[in-house]
């Protein structure tokens, strides 16, 4: 007779069966197996009286498969019986989860994730899966959530009760969610620059797009030289890769008669910075001794720089140092550093004045030269209101407010 060894076999495993032989010959005997009529093993039994034969039929696919043993003795004589081996598949996994809703495969909002598993045998099964090949987690059937924005890798499995392991199912989301953010910097007076940029970290930047006046939307491709006569109200925005848009931000463009005061602002200093945002420190001089005041004209005494600090101060005296006829102060003119803190009261009086006052202070890019000779070149001009100061420390505070056109 044919046993098979088990109630089922994995496909995959190696199947076996049993075969039973009661031999009272004192001759050998042929043991033949077959599954589906295919010859699977062929061995001689010698051995008599009641004996059993373990057959490996190896793997087989899922499947009822008929099993057969054929026993041939002297003269001829044939034996048969048959049995079924019952093969199936090992579990399956499916990860389920909605196209991307933005753009290149990118998710905006976050997915929600199911894991589907079953098994053709009757019995319990665990599903199991790890993001970005990290500690496996058991799944309780309910929704998953990315662990993060960016490129996120999830495996799954499913494990059988008898240990079968399905195909590991693995799928790549990639989920950002935030918009980028951009900002615009303008130098010049009359004609301006104005640059934009946007950064975004997860997807990266797809477009910046601007327009003026009310008009139709356009495509940023570097920086924008506009003639301000009458004032001109720029929009823009940015869109990240993955179609996330950054809300439109407005600039007004407007040629005006500033007062400007000595206060050095380094062009870095508003790199990324919105209007509206607290500056620590626009205090920003370079170099031994130069902590960050100018001089319109050259003079280093402190009575200069009082009257320069006094509402509505004294820019009209700029002198170039480069053209004692130049008094017009433009971005690209270089302007006269102050060395020393110049910490006297006349000093604070005349910042204390200046505290939650709109003003306009010069911002540069560059230097030269050092200590009584340092000059500092004009990118252009920022609106700010300080905030407070500690000249001792090197530092005066103010909230920016934006970049000013300024008519000199």
């Given at each position: 007779g044919v046993a098979v060894n088990e109630a089922y076999f994995r496909a995959g495993n190696t199947a076996s069966?049993?075969?039973?032989?009661?031999?009272?010959s004192t001759s050998p005997l042929t043991l033949r197996v077959l599954v589906d009529g295919q010859?699977?093993?062929?061995?001689?039994?010698?051995?008599?009286?009641?004996?059993?034969?373990?057959?490996?039929?190896?793997?087989?696919?899922?499947?009822?498969?008929?099993?057969?043993?054929?026993?041939?003795?002297?003269?001829?004589?044939v034996s048969q019986s048959t049995g079924l081996a019952t093969v199936v598949a090992p579990p399956s996994m499916v990860i389920v989860a909605p196209s991307p809703d933005g753009n290149a495969g990118w998710y905006v909002t976050a997915p929600s994730i199911f894991l589907r598993y079953n098994d053709s045998v009757p019995a319990p099964v665990d599903g199991l899966y790890a993001w970005n090949g990290e500690a496996n987690r058991q799944d309780n059937g309910r929704a998953l959530s990315v662990p993060a924005d960016g490129q996120q890798e999830l495996a799954a499995w499913a494990v059988a009760q008898d240990g079968s392991t399905s195909t590991t199912a693995t799928q790549t989301f990639r989920v950002d969610r935030v918009p980028p953010t951009v900002t615009a910097n303008v130098t010049g007076s009359g004609s301006v620059e104005v640059t934009l940029a946007a950064s975004d970290e997860t997807s990266g930047v797809g477009s910046i797009s601007y327009r003026l006046d009310g008009g139709d939307w356009q495509v940023y491709n570097g920086p924008l030289t506009i003639q301000v006569v009458d004032p001109i109200t720029l929009e823009y925005m940015a869109q990240d890769v993955a179609g996330n848009e950054s809300e439109i931000s407005t600039l007004v463009l407007e040629l005006v008669s500033c007062e400007i005061y000595p206060i050095a602002l380094h062009v870095d200093t508003l790199d990324g910075v919105e209007p509206g945002t607290l500056l620590e420190d626009i205090y920003n001089g370079t170099g031994p001794g130069n902590f960050g005041w100018m001089s319109w004209n050259g003079s280093s005494s402190a009575n200069a720089l009082v009257a320069s600090l006094t509402p509505p101060g004294n820019s009209d005296i700029y002198t170039n140092p480069d053209d004692p006829a130049d008094h017009d102060l433009t971005p690209g003119d270089w302007v006269y550093g102050l060395a020393g803190v110049n910490n006297s009261w006349p000093i604070r009086s005349a910042l204390d004045s200046l505290i939650g006052y709109p003003i306009v202070v010069p911002v540069w890019d560059s230097s030269s030269g050092q200590g009584s000779n340092l000059r500092y070149r004009l990118a252009g001009f920022a609106r700010a209101e300080l905030t407070g100061y500690d000249l001792p420390s090197g530092q005066i505070s103010a909230v920016y407010q934006g970049m000013a056109v300024c008519s000199q």
């Open positions: 069966a049993d075969v039973s032989i009661q031999n009272n010859v699977v093993e062929e061995r001689t039994v010698s051995q008599t009286g009641y004996v059993v034969e373990t057959v490996d039929l190896g793997a087989l696919d899922p499947a009822e498969h008929t099993v057969t043993a054929v026993l041939q003795g002297p003269a001829n004589c």
